[in-house]
């Protein structure tokens, strides 16, 4: 069936199949392996070949997706994937995500979508009032943290060249100096991917860590700052780090930002989510007195892939900065806003939709709940470490992260690192729970994150039980 024209009739049945499956699948996720099936790989592998010539139909291709696809697939919206700060999807989420398919609307601009437009500004404000930001900020939906960082470093930008006379939106950066940039060790990859994307470069950073950690160092920060003698820089905050959950001192840190003519932005793509509950607010004190912050909508809020948003203190420099039009686009009315002169996408997908339905369904106190839950899940599993006598905790959780190792007796320092590696390839490939290694403080440790809305305790209570019946014989081997 080569033209899609032909396949008009089949639409129904497709939906259908892909119902099915899917309400099969939801009913059974929470037993399944968190990492998917044995052969994952090899499933994944099937999906090769030469483009057909004339296509295998609509209906097998879709048997294909759902079948041998699904045993390609991580089961990642389950209790059990702890793995990146992933998050599930809400029912409310995952409903909308479907409706927004279907409608395929381009969230770009009001006339291309009323709905989305719409739902993305009252999406903004809600957002807003969930995370305790002052309402007179912008905001924008975009893909991610990663694109996120790159929006309001972006805004960052372009206050930094306003601050030298230039419009670097319109002129460049050339005859400039460098851009300074300062945070702890605590930044991520996006933060440093995105400032590349913009030209800043991420080897410019100057990294302020006063410990292995990567802990701010306050007092080194001031007197960086101090040496620019008042020419703009851009310091940049961590609100979760992904390691071991940590915040920088984020109002001590606007404090000096004020005080030595620079620009704060945070990086709360999960810690942000702190502001929600009182048990954890005080971690992410001082935010709202930063210039821009940014959040990831598929780690914590629970909306299907791709969603994150982005928050800037003067929606004029997004505007400066992604304003680009052209000929057969409209002019913006005030109260119609379009989306696209905010972000760097022109073509949007109308994501606003789930995040307005989640909200909707669920309201500040269902995610104060979420939270709460997930912090008090990350100190149970914290608290089974410390009782045990063969995992190390490397740092008290803070939010919804536990950084642990494997640490069994009678195994050198100089060898723990070894064995962590392996007993974490163990455990991504076996599947049950799903988590991998990372290196915190120097050592290399296990991270697993707690984000998604269907984990409970007896989620929670077979990490420990999956990781010593996988470390058996590991440490005996080296």
């Not at 942000?272 to 048990?279: C, E, H, Q, V």
């Not at 928050?311 to 002019?331: H, I, W």
């Not at 996408?345 to 606003?352: H, V």
Request: net charge negative; hydrophobic share 40%; proline share 4%.
């Amino acid at each position: 069936m080569p033209d899609p024209l032909e396949d008009r009739e089949s639409l129904n049945a497709l939906l259908l199949k892909v119902y099915e499956t899917a309400r099969e699948y939801t009913a059974r996720v929470d037993q399944l392996p968190a990492g998917g099936g044995a052969r994952r790989d090899q499933a994944a592998d099937e999906f090769g070949g030469d483009l057909p010539e004339n296509g295998n139909g609509s209906l097998q291709t879709i048997h294909q997706l759902v079948t041998r696809g699904q045993e390609a697939a991580t089961n990642s919206s389950g209790p059990r994937f702890f793995h990146f700060v992933t998050g599930g999807s809400t029912p409310a989420a995952v409903a909308a995500d479907w409706w927004v398919s279907t409608i395929d609307n381009n969230a770009g601009l009001w006339v291309s979508s009323p709905l989305a437009s719409k739902i993305e500004q009252v999406a903004i404000e809600w957002l807003k009032d969930l995370f305790h930001l002052p309402s007179g900020w912008s905001g924008v939906l975009t893909t991610g943290a990663t694109m996120s960082n790159f929006t309001a470093l972006g805004a960052a930008r372009q206050w930094w060249g306003q601050e030298h006379g230039t419009d670097i939106a319109k002129n460049g950066t050339a005859g400039l100096p460098a851009v300074p940039v300062l945070t702890s060790g605590y930044v991520h990859a996006s933060v440093k991917k995105a400032l590349s994307m913009l030209g800043i470069g991420h080897n410019t950073v100057r990294m302020l860590g006063g410990d292995a950690a990567g802990r701010l160092d306050l007092a080194t920060l001031d007197r960086e700052l101090r040496a620019l003698d008042g020419a703009p820089a851009i310091v940049i905050a961590t609100a979760g780090e992904v390691n071991a959950g940590g915040f920088d001192p984020i109002a001590a840190m606007a404090e000096l930002a004020r005080r030595h003519h620079a620009w704060l932005h945070v990086d709360g793509a999960f810690g942000l989510f702190a502001r929600l509950s009182p048990i954890t607010s005080d971690l992410a004190t001082g935010i709202e007195l930063a210039d821009s912050v940014i959040a990831d909508g598929h780690k914590w809020l629970n909306v299907p892939y791709d969603c994150g948003f982005a928050f800037v203190r003067d929606g004029r420099l997004l505007n400066a900065v992604f304003g680009m039009g052209a000929p057969y686009f409209p002019a913006t009315e005030v109260d119609h806003p379009d989306f696209l002169y905010l972000g760097p996408e022109m073509s949007r997908r109308a994501r606003s939709l789930t995040v307005w339905a989640t909200l909707a369904a669920y309201g500040r106190s269902g995610y104060r709940a979420m939270v709460e839950r997930h912090v008090s899940l990350a100190q149970r599993l914290g608290k089974q470490i410390r009782a045990s006598s063969d995992f190390e905790l490397l740092e008290d959780p803070q939010l919804n992260v536990v950084c642990f190792r494997y640490h069994p007796k009678g195994v050198d320092e100089a060898e723990l690192d070894d064995v962590n590696r392996r007993l974490g390839q163990s455990i991504i490939a076996d599947g049950r729970v799903y988590f991998g290694t990372t290196v915190y403080g120097g050592k290399v440790a296990f991270r697993p994150a707690i984000s998604n809305w269907r984990t409970t305790e007896r989620d929670v209570d077979v990490v420990l039980k999956v990781t010593r019946e996988l470390s058996e014989g590991i440490a005996t081997a080296v």
